[in-house]
């Protein structure tokens, strides 16, 4: 039996209650193959992948915090910290009712890649709770924010671990995180990223994922002689990434006619007005639905996945994971689609991916396409510890280049082994072979 197909059996045999980490590992460890094969011997001697698949520690732990009627209410906290190679723990916390120990450990594993894609020292972890933030008072999230760095705080530290936001945790939350841990720890330092321009945050960090999604696209389509200007781009979600993703593609030219939550999604041939869905979502923390109230050109949709229905030449997943199964990829080619750059991570499933490829979409994976988040917090980080902060331009003009490094690291590794044109193996092996590198440089560890 190959190597890889031997580490797969024992994950599978070890992980069966962890679809979502399952599915994460068969995708990176099938399309590393051509570089494990060649390197077997030396790869085994190291405990290689057998290392790479399990977290250095998986810390779970106790929430307990008080609603706004007194009642105590009890949430359960994790951080995965999964691999250190190349640098600290550096990973985003996400707070969502689906989030469990399999979710956080597929998000940390890919993490690991991303970071290592990023060419800056971060290693991977990911972090949460199955936290609900939606319909409670700034109160009550302050007190879930407060309860939850309780107990995180002990493993966290600007050389150790600098977690950061994701689905559920943007500004507000990173502000009361930041505030108790400093508290706690009497510490000012860039434990987390992602805050606020007041105290220590980077420009750009907001903007980052989609913007960067944005950048990497353009690249992916000029080196096919293509742009982005004049397409018509379908986006899912409506949250950090969605939104930064639609301003840039707006900016470049393109007409967005698509946004979405989780319970809808909303079409408007006009073209999305970026504003109100800033308003509806960022400043009154509405739903998409109440866009179609306000705009006679846009109809609203119960349901997510009708949004890869309507035809575009680029398709943006930025919801979540597993948002494009083999139905909707199937139906986003034969409407047209040519184009599929994912803001989320794990968007399509491992069917679709697939579908993708063989059909030569322009595809191109989130652990490139989402990498600008972790990137431009990685910059945040260096801010932090020269104790400076650096111009929106300056930020931007670094985030571009990152995205454009990526897209040539990437399109490059694919070509060495024989895989033109698919960036999905192009990027795992880019990000697996510097971590790979470090960790045998490292002794076992
Ligand atoms: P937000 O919480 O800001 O927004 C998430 C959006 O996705 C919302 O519109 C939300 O709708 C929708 N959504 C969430 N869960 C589901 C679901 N189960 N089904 C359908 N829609 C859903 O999160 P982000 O924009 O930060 O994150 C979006 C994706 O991007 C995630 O996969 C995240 O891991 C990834 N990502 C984020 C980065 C960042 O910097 N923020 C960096 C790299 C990746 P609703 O409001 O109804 O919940």
Same mark, same amino acid.
């Given at each position: 039996?190959?190597?890889?197909?031997?580490?797969?059996?024992?994950?599978?045999?070890?992980?069966?209650?962890?679809?979502?980490?399952?599915?994460?590992?068969?995708?990176?460890?099938?399309?590393?193959?051509?570089?494990?094969?060649?390197?077997?011997?030396?790869?085994?001697?190291?405990?290689?992948?057998?290392?790479?698949?399990?977290?250095?520690?998986?810390?779970?732990?106790?929430?307990?915090?008080?609603?706004?009627?007194?009642?105590?209410?009890?949430?359960?906290?994790?951080?995965?910290?999964?691999?250190?190679?190349?640098?600290?723990?550096?990973?985003?916390?996400?707070?969502?009712?689906?989030?469990?120990?399999?979710?956080?450990?597929?998000?940390?594993?890919?993490?690991?890649?991303?970071?290592?894609?990023?060419?800056?020292?971060?290693?991977?972890?990911?972090?949460?709770?199955?936290?609900?933030?939606?319909?409670?008072?700034?109160?009550?999230?302050?007190?879930?924010?407060?309860?939850?760095?309780?107990?995180?705080?002990?493993?966290?530290?600007?050389?150790?671990?600098?977690?950061?936001?994701?689905?559920?945790?943007?500004?507000?939350?990173?502000?009361?995180?930041?505030?108790?841990?400093?508290?706690?720890?009497?510490?000012?330092?860039?434990?987390?990223?992602?805050?606020?321009?007041?105290?220590?945050?980077?420009?750009?960090?907001?903007?980052?994922?989609?913007?960067?999604?944005? $950048? /990497?696209? +353009? &690249?992916?389509?000029?080196?096919?002689?293509?742009?982005? !200007?004049? @397409?018509? *781009?379908?986006?899912?979600?409506?949250?950090?990434?969605?939104?930064?993703?639609?301003?840039?593609?707006?900016?470049?030219?393109?007409?967005?006619?698509?946004?979405?939550?989780?319970?809808? $999604? /909303?079409? +408007? &041939?006009?073209?999305?007005?970026?504003?109100?869905?800033? !308003?509806? @979502?960022? *400043?009154?923390?509405?739903?998409?639905?109440?866009?179609?109230?306000?705009?006679?050109?846009?109809?609203?949709?119960?349901?997510?996945?009708?949004?890869?229905?309507?035809?575009?030449?680029?398709?943006?997943?930025?919801?979540?994971?597993?948002?494009?199964?083999?139905?909707?990829?199937?139906?986003? *080619?034969?409407?047209?689609?040519?184009?599929?750059?994912?803001?989320?991570?794990?968007?399509?499933?491992?069917?679709?991916?697939?579908?993708?490829?063989?059909?030569?979409?322009?595809?191109?994976?989130?652990?490139?396409?989402?990498?600008?988040?972790?990137?431009?917090?990685?910059?945040?980080?260096?801010?932090?510890?020269?104790?400076?902060?650096?111009?929106?331009?300056?930020?931007?003009?670094?985030?571009?280049?990152?995205?454009?490094?990526?897209?040539?690291?990437?399109?490059?590794?694919?070509?060495?082994?024989?895989?033109?044109?698919?960036?999905?193996?192009?990027?795992?092996?880019?990000?697996?072979?510097?971590?790979?590198?470090?960790?045998?440089?490292?002794?076992?560890?």
């Amino acid at each position: 039996m190959s190597y890889v197909d031997e580490v797969l059996a024992s994950v599978k045999e070890k992980n069966a209650s962890e679809p979502e980490f399952l599915q994460a590992v068969t995708e990176v460890l099938e399309s590393l193959r051509s570089v494990v094969d060649k390197n077997e011997a030396k790869y085994r001697e190291y405990g290689i992948l057998e290392r790479l698949v399990e977290p250095e520690r998986v810390i779970s732990f106790r929430v307990p915090w008080v609603d706004d009627k007194g009642q105590v209410r009890v949430n359960r906290g994790y951080r995965i910290e999964f691999n250190s190679a190349i640098g600290p723990y550096k990973g985003g916390l996400r707070f969502h009712p689906s989030v469990n120990q399999g979710i956080l450990k597929f998000l940390g594993f890919e993490q690991i890649f991303k970071n290592s894609l990023t060419s800056l020292p971060i290693g991977g972890g990911k972090g949460g709770a199955d936290f609900d933030p939606k319909g409670k008072s700034d109160r009550e999230v302050m007190a879930f924010c407060q309860s939850f760095m309780n107990e995180l705080y002990r493993h966290i530290g600007a050389d150790t671990d600098v977690p950061a936001g994701d689905i559920g945790v943007g500004g507000r939350e990173i502000g009361y995180l930041f505030g108790q841990y400093k508290r706690l720890t009497g510490l000012y330092e860039g434990v987390l990223t992602g805050k606020g321009l007041t105290y220590g945050g980077s420009l750009v960090r907001t903007q980052a994922t989609g913007y960067g999604l944005i $950048y /990497i696209l +353009d &690249e992916m389509l000029k080196h096919k002689g293509e742009s982005i !200007e004049g @397409k018509r *781009v379908v986006i899912s979600g409506s949250g950090n990434v969605a939104i930064y993703a639609c301003e840039k593609a707006q900016e470049l030219g393109a007409k967005v006619i698509t946004m979405s939550d989780s319970n809808g $999604y /909303i079409v +408007d &041939e006009a073209g999305i007005d970026l504003s109100l869905v800033k !308003e509806i @979502k960022e *400043v009154r923390r509405g739903r998409i639905k109440e866009y179609a109230e306000k705009v006679p050109t846009a109809q609203y949709h119960e349901g997510c996945s009708g949004v890869w229905g309507v035809a575009c030449d680029i398709a943006l997943p930025c919801a979540t994971q597993n948002e494009i199964d083999l139905n909707s990829a199937e139906l986003l *080619v034969k409407n047209g689609c040519t184009a599929v750059a994912e803001g989320a991570n794990m968007p399509s499933t491992l069917e679709a991916s697939k579908y993708f490829l063989d059909n030569k979409i322009n595809y191109m994976p989130a652990k490139a396409a989402n990498a600008g988040g972790v990137a431009v917090s990685a910059l945040e980080m260096s801010q932090n510890s020269e104790r400076l902060s650096w111009s929106f331009e300056e930020v931007d003009k670094r985030l571009k280049d990152i995205m454009a490094n990526i897209y040539k690291m990437t399109s490059e590794a694919a070509k060495k082994y024989g895989h033109e044109g698919d960036f999905v193996t192009g990027a795992n092996i880019a990000g697996f072979e510097k971590v790979a590198e470090a960790m045998m440089a490292q002794g076992v560890c």
